[in-house]
């Protein structure tokens, strides 16, 4: 009686522990689709055995636990590169906006104006005394200053766009800190039971991987499972049950910078260069060094060419005799002189103010439409060794070569990580056909097992009837 009993307690267990198999086969299927999630398992360990006499018999089997079919070391890794390629994406969005600015090949470019400038002043050298010649050199002149200007304009609302992106990652990195913080406290909850977490622990893997991709952290692991999250160096972000959100301050200029609060206590303090990684780490690069650069780049070149026009044209005399005045406003300062380089208002009005004679009243004499019209080949730029032409070129072509750089790494990394996932999948991922295949064991493991329990029932009955 007491081993019919035994048969019956080991069909039972065994249909349970059928019955838990195909309810994680299920779990898995209805997870394929879903980003982060690794396949589960069910973990069958012997039942401890009983001995009768000489005789040790054996108990079945029991379910021991759920767990994931994860590489913790290929998770991690993914997590870097998917940092990397944060970084390449909002560096290379960045930088394809910055080369549209001084496309070439769609649109007139600065340095076809400044061409056409300097070609006027030519021309004016060929005819002296005509005012048709003067009016070119006019309307190139000012349209050059606007151009200036409105490279400048381009390039600061690049500067506020990528602004408006550090607002709007800097919350939903906040969010994604409060998610962490709160799968910290579920996972160790869970886990101090001694049940493994795994649907916690794949959704924070997610949020970290996501975490990474917009600023770059590092995740160090504690006790029951708590993770500890820092950004950009020592900003804390995530301290075992509580997050720390970051904040997004504007600066005098309207540029936004991110902080650390890491208590009601210590006042704000500024993380933003210390940035290195992730969508973050590559819009400010960008944003601070890129186009900062190009910028101060554009105002060397326009505060040059109103400098050597200007010291030319003052020299010489004008259509009706008068002593030349400075052709540009000479912009005070080398800062800012690409937004405020403008065409003198005297010439603006009056084309016959524009100089191209050296001596008063005389007729073909162009010693001064020369001078000026030679300006853009003569050595200026980088301490005469560059003529404008050249120093232009320059730069454009550096903007380029970054930007091509930018997609490219973005394409090898997008690639690589692209191999990674699939590693992962291979090893984590749901495959339906052999899912399809475990039902099909459990279930028929399940049959067995109730085919088990209906033969102890019918030798219990036979037993019974013995007795009667």
Do not use: C
């Amino acid at each position: 009686m007491a081993k019919i009993s035994t048969m019956l307690d080991i069909g039972k267990r065994s249909m349970m522990n059928s019955q838990t198999s195909l309810q994680t086969v299920a779990h898995n299927i209805a997870n394929k689709t879903n980003e982060g999630f690794s396949r589960q398992r069910v973990e069958q360990v012997t039942a401890a055995p009983i001995v009768e006499g000489r005789i040790q018999l054996g108990m079945g089997a029991r379910a021991a636990a759920v767990t994931r079919v994860n590489s913790p070391y290929l998770d991690k890794q993914i997590q870097k590169e998917t940092g990397t390629m944060g970084f390449y994406d909002g560096k290379a969005e960045s930088m394809v906006r910055v080369e549209q600015v001084f496309n070439e090949q769609g649109n007139k470019s600065l340095n076809q104006y400044i061409s056409d400038f300097f070609n006027a002043y030519k021309e004016l050298a060929n005819n002296p005394e005509s005012v048709t010649p003067r009016s070119m050199v006019k309307e190139t002149g000012d349209i050059l200053s606007k151009e200036f200007a409105s490279i400048d304009k381009k390039l600061t609302t690049i500067q506020d766009d990528v602004s408006l992106q550090v607002d709007a990652n800097v919350l939903e990195i906040n969010t994604m800190t409060r998610e962490i913080a709160s799968l910290n406290s579920q996972i160790q909850a869970v886990e101090l039971q001694g049940i493994p977490a795994n649907d916690q622990r794949d959704r924070r893997d997610l949020m970290l991987k996501r975490l990474n991709e917009k600023i770059d952290i590092r995740v160090a692991e504690g006790d029951a499972g708590v993770v500890s999250v820092t950004a950009a160096g020592n900003a804390l972000l995530v301290s075992g049950l509580e997050s720390i959100e970051l904040l997004s301050v504007r600066d005098a200029s309207g540029r936004a910078g991110v902080y650390a609060k890491p208590s009601d206590a210590v006042a704000p303090f500024e993380i933003t260069k210390r940035i290195r990684g992730g969508i973050l780490g590559g819009a400010i690069e960008v944003r601070d060094k890129v186009i900062e650069t190009m910028k101060n780049q554009m105002d060397v070149l326009a505060h040059t060419i109103a400098k050597e026009v200007n010291q030319a044209h003052v020299q010489g005399f004008d259509r009706t005799g008068k002593r030349g005045v400075e052709f540009f406003h000479q912009p005070t300062q080398i800062e800012g002189a690409a937004r405020t380089i403008r065409l003198n208002e005297v010439i603006a009005d009056d084309v016959n103010r524009i100089v191209a004679a050296s001596r008063p009243l005389a007729p073909g004499d162009n010693t001064v439409a020369n001078v000026i019209s030679m300006v853009q080949y003569k050595p200026t730029m980088d301490d005469g060794n560059a003529t404008i032409d050249d120093f232009y070129n320059s730069e454009v072509g550096r903007i380029g070569v970054m930007t091509a750089h930018s997609i490219k790494a973005k394409e090898t990394q997008g690639n690589l990580l692209g191999q990674l996932n699939n590693l992962r999948d291979s090893v984590s991922g749901v495959s339906l056909d052999e899912e399809a295949t475990k039902m099909i064991e459990f279930q028929r493991a399940f049959d067995a097992s109730a085919r088990l329990i209906r033969t102890a029932d019918e030798m219990l009955e036979t037993v019974l009837t013995l007795k009667r």
